[in-house]
Structures are given as C-alpha cells and as structure tokens.
C-alpha cells in the first residue's frame, strides 16, 4: 500500500501557535509503525495558523504576493522539519524545497516529509501531485474536522458529515458555501489532479492519529472523494 498524508499545519499548533510536541511524536510513531509493516508514506506538512501570522505581518504596501507566498512555504518547510527530524535515519534530509528535490528524493526509498513547494500552489497541491507521481493508493487530508460537511461544521451546528462524494460535487460545494476565515480543504489545482488520476482521497480529523491506522485496516473514516461517483 501506498499513502501520501497531507497533515494540516494547523492540527499540529496549539491556539497559543506553540507545537504540539506530542502530536508530531505520535505522527513519527505513526509513520515508523506503517513503514514496518511494508506500507510507503509520504508526508506533507500545511503551514496553518503560523504561516498566516507570518503573512499578515509582513503585508506592507511593497509586498507582493509571490513574496507572501513564499513566506508561507518558508513556514510550512519549517513545520515539516519539525516532523522529519523526528524520522531519522528514515526520513530524507534535507527535506526537499523544490520540484526538482522532490523528483530526486522519492527515488531514495526514504520516506519524503515536505512542505510547500512553489508560490501560489497549496500544500494540498504538492501533496495530490506526490500521489499522482508515486500512484498512491490513498491521498490522506488530516484536518482539525472529522471530514466534508455541508457547511462549515464549526459555524453551523446543523451541518452534516458528507460519507462520499465525486470531486465534481465537491467543486460545487466549495464555490456554492461560504467558509470565510477558515481554511480551505482543498484548492482547484488539487481537485484537477486527483480528478485526473483518479487518486481515493479521504478528509478526516487529524488530531486522532488513530483514525489513519482505522483507514488502512479498511474501516471507513472521514470523507471519501472519488473522482466520480
């Protein structure tokens, strides 16, 4: 089996922005455990509430937003080492910082631990376009909700869990619910490559741990994105 987990960078900060040290050990521990058993992972690492600490201190009348976006891949590459030096020897080191590093690291059998990538590309981009290039089996968004709603479940007590859904339907609800303040699950050039590959994707809470083993023991968890339905 082949997995390829894109933790979002705010499951891993606390409210006050300090890391959840116990969290990334438990996602190291994770990660160890499925090596052992013959399972490839790859992990990608959001930059969450930092990143936009960081971004909107340094929105000035002279930034661009190129050089915004480069703070937050500054950001998220930061987070990722914190997971990365919990890998070694296991992990590749450095962590790769572009394309070109990433080509070249998944050819070393070490399991890649990366940030963003490229400005104006979301982790979630870098992490779709991982699993098209290693044909994952599972394309994994650990998240702080337990998966798609039909409205954002933290506003809307009403909201329902959505069990499966295609990516066309998925686009729709993006565009059609308002989800201002919060942070978007996926952006349309994630969307276009799993669409495209066909990649199983599947949102679910990643302040449990436990729910990625429950998904690779074939328990259903979360939310189910095919690119059809």
């Known amino acids: 089996m082949r997995l390829v987990l894109k933790i979002g960078g705010h499951v891993l900060f606390r409210d006050n922005m300090s890391p959840n040290v116990e969290l990334l050990d438990s996602y190291a521990n994770l990660v160890r455990e499925l090596k052992e058993k013959s399972i490839d992972i790859h992990v990608v690492v959001g930059g969450g509430t930092p990143a936009r600490a960081y971004i909107e201190a340094a929105k000035t009348p002279s930034a661009t937003q190129a050089e915004l ?24 080191l450095p962590i790769p910082t572009s394309f070109r590093e990433l080509s070249q690291a998944l050819n070393t059998g070490k399991v890649i631990v990366c940030g963003g990538l490229v400005p104006g590309q979301s982790t979630m981009a870098v992490a779709a376009l991982i699993a098209e290039l290693v044909k994952a089996d ?64 599947v949102v679910l809470n990643g302040m449990e741990v436990d729910n990625i083993k429950k998904l690779v023991l074939g328990e259903h968890v979360g939310t189910l994105i095919l690119a059809e339905t």
């Not at 809307?156 to 989800?179: C, F, G, H, M, W």
């Open 69 to 92: 976006d480069h703070i937050g891949i500054l950001v998220s590459q930061l987070n990722a080492y914190l997971l990365a030096i919990r890998l070694k020897p296991i992990a590749h």
């Open 138 to 201: 599972y394309l994994i968004n650990a998240t702080d909700v337990d998966g798609v709603y039909t409205d954002d479940p933290k506003r809307n007590p009403n909201a329902r869990l959505i069990e499966v859904i295609s990516v066309d339907k998925l686009r729709q609800l993006l565009r059609t619910k308002s989800y201002a303040g919060t942070y978007p699950l996926f952006d349309e050039v994630s969307l276009g490559i799993i669409e495209r590959s066909r990649i199983k994707t």
